[in-house]
């Protein structure tokens, strides 16, 4: 606080300097020039003192605006030499503005099994490799690392937990040609915008197949039977998707992708199950906060940027039409032609690699 009052002191002085200079024309007038260094580059500001004898300088007028200039510049000046204001150091790591608070209620239900799965979320560019980066660290440069902590109920949802540990507790080996699909090798693909739903466990190459007149799993040329993920809420009660952090799974859907809520979303609880929660420890946070913060891909027309001009209520439905129109027509024309590029473009991707590396459970 000292040093921002310094600064106010010294930025109303400078302003009654230049007030001063303003009036007499004859008296020296400051000029901001750069110091070059010994390499020839120029790192820091200093205030240099001409004397004015050109008598076309007389009438120069000083509005408030040049003084403001001014007193920014010497302000950067002094902070690009001491480095602090009010006590935040410049170039430091940036902190997450909106962090997740994975608050824990006591009425959550018990938690029966720890799962940590570590997770990497990749540069803008969907880059992991390690590389010096000659700018400040931001989250679009910097990969993200660390590890989720999952508590799941299996007093509440013994079925559900039971289907999930089939997929963290598998054996892996370089030498099998044909693994078993596993969480360490699964993907966070897209965010819902609409219910703050952020998607995971989606494991590449597992789908959906028809074997023997039902419904089946295949992974690798492996068919894997099935069965829903549905346990009995007769004498329980269901947990509500009320905070964020919560696991929940689709009651009609077999296959092991899940969903990790970012907000409350009430709407979800028709058709989902909540089975764990994330742990609020320290990398938790910052990954659910980041994830939530992360561009995704949108289908609707963009909308006009602020400042611009709204247009007529009819130009903006008669626009949105077209726009419809011409995305539906060449999205089946892809479909048509066998474009199988048309699959990894849909509603709420993440414009972000999000791979998981490694899993691990404990039995609480």
């Not at 205030?47 to 001014?70: C, Q």
């Amino acid at each position: 606080m000292q040093f921002i009052f310094l600064l106010l002191s010294l930025a109303l002085s400078c302003e009654a300097l230049l007030v001063g200079l303003a009036r007499s024309p004859q008296t020296a007038v400051p000029r901001l020039n750069a110091v070059p260094t010994a390499a020839g580059r120029r790192t820091s500001t200093s205030v240099h003192l001409s004397n004015i004898h050109n008598e076309n300088d007389k009438d120069i007028n000083y509005d408030s605006m040049n003084r403001r200039k001014m007193i920014s510049s010497l302000i950067t000046a002094t902070v690009s030499t001491t480095g602090v204001i009010g006590g935040l150091v410049l170039g430091g790591p940036m902190l997450a503005a909106n962090a997740i608070n994975l608050k824990v209620s006591p009425e959550d239900p018990t938690i029966t099994h720890k799962v940590i799965f570590n997770i990497r979320i990749s540069r803008a560019d969907g880059t992991f490799y390690t590389r010096d980066d000659p700018e400040p660290p931001t989250p679009d440069n910097q990969v993200f690392t660390g590890d989720l902590a999952l508590g799941l109920y299996g007093n509440l949802a013994p079925n559900h937990v039971e289907k999930f540990l089939n997929y963290v507790d598998v054996k892996y080996s370089p030498a099998d040609d044909s693994p078993l699909p596993s969480y360490a090798r699964s993907q966070f693909p897209s965010l819902d915008q609409s219910t703050g739903l952020l998607a995971a466990g989606y494991i590449p190459g597992l789908h959906l197949t028809s074997f023997a007149g039902s419904t089946a799993l295949e992974y690798g040329g492996r068919i894997l039977s099935t069965k829903l993920w549905a346990d009995d809420f007769l004498s329980k009660k269901k947990t509500l998707h009320y905070r964020p952090g919560l696991l929940t799974h689709r009651d009609l859907d077999v296959l092991p992708n899940f969903g990790i809520t970012t907000r409350s979303a009430m709407e979800l609880n028709a058709g989902n199950t909540v089975f764990g929660s994330l742990l609020p420890t320290e990398s938790s946070i910052a990954f659910l906060s980041r994830c939530a913060d992360l561009p995704t891909y949108s289908l609707d027309r963009p909308a006009l940027p602020i400042g611009e001009e709204q247009r007529s209520r009819a130009a903006e439905e008669v626009a949105t039409s077209v726009y419809s129109f011409q995305k539906n027509l060449f999205r089946s024309a892809a479909q048509t032609f066998g474009d199988t590029r048309l699959g990894s473009v849909y509603e709420g991707k993440i414009l972000r690699r999000i791979e998981v590396t490694s899993v691990s459970f404990e039995k609480m």
